[in-house]
């Protein structure tokens, strides 16, 4: 269970935003790193700007992140930081649900499993879920359409999977705040790289860290 010198790390949607700010961050603290985006123009064009390897994932295409798994043998930090926000009624016939499950809490399971035969072999990992206080119970599920029931269920799986994880592999949900990107809007007082401080600090965690929690400025905060 010892961390590699330079681990390898996978961030999701990281060809913007937080999920940018993310892999730069891990980059620049010695990981290797590649940026994962489903539109493969713009994640080509950020993984150069970083200097990081990119990998075209589209997280309603199992297929896109199967190839990527085995193609590359795991990584040892695994960050599921793509999601979508849409603000339709669930009741809505225009209701996102099935796509938000997808994105938000199906492939970042099927990404884990799939990783799973790399944690067992190095005893050495750590997984980010990207959720939001707006899929916490405690803050009253605010947000809109289904994204807040799809974060909820991703802070579900945080929790659960602590029990099934290999020893040395820590998982955690982070909330970033409410950031400056496309997804925030431009009035957000956070950056993306104060957004990506939390996740950053749960994925290069010392061996005497927390898992299975939920977190906000590096705080643990309720479900």
């Not at 950031?179 to 010392?206: C, I, N």
């Amino acid at each position: 269970m010892i961390r590699p010198l330079h681990p390898t790390a996978l961030v999701t949607g990281g060809n913007r935003g937080i999920g940018r700010a993310i892999a730069a961050g891990l980059k620049a603290r010695g990981c290797v790193v590649t940026l994962a985006a489903r539109d493969e123009a713009a994640g080509r064009q950020a993984a150069a700007d970083l200097g990081t390897g990119f990998a075209r994932i589209d997280l309603t295409d199992p297929d896109s992140y199967f190839e990527v798994l085995t193609r590359s043998g795991g990584f040892d930090i695994l960050v599921n930081n793509a999601g979508i926000l849409n603000d339709v009624s669930l009741l809505s016939p225009r209701s996102d649900f099935d796509r938000a499950m997808e994105v938000m809490v199906h492939a970042p399971l099927d990404l884990i499993r799939l990783n799973l035969p790399h944690w067992r072999q190095t005893g050495w990992g750590r997984i980010v879920n990207l959720s939001s206080g707006w899929g916490a119970h405690a803050e009253g599920l605010q947000g809109p359409g289904a994204y807040g029931v799809a974060k909820a269920a991703l802070n579900a799986l945080t929790r659960a999977l602590v029990r099934d994880l290999p020893p040395g592999v820590k998982i955690n949900a982070a909330c970033p705040g409410w950031v400056a990107t496309r997804m925030g809007g431009a009035q957000a007082p956070l950056t993306p790289d104060e957004g990506a401080d939390t996740p950053l600090w749960l994925a290069t965690l010392p061996d005497d860290g927390p898992t299975g929690g939920f977190f906000r400025a590096r705080q643990p905060i309720p479900w």
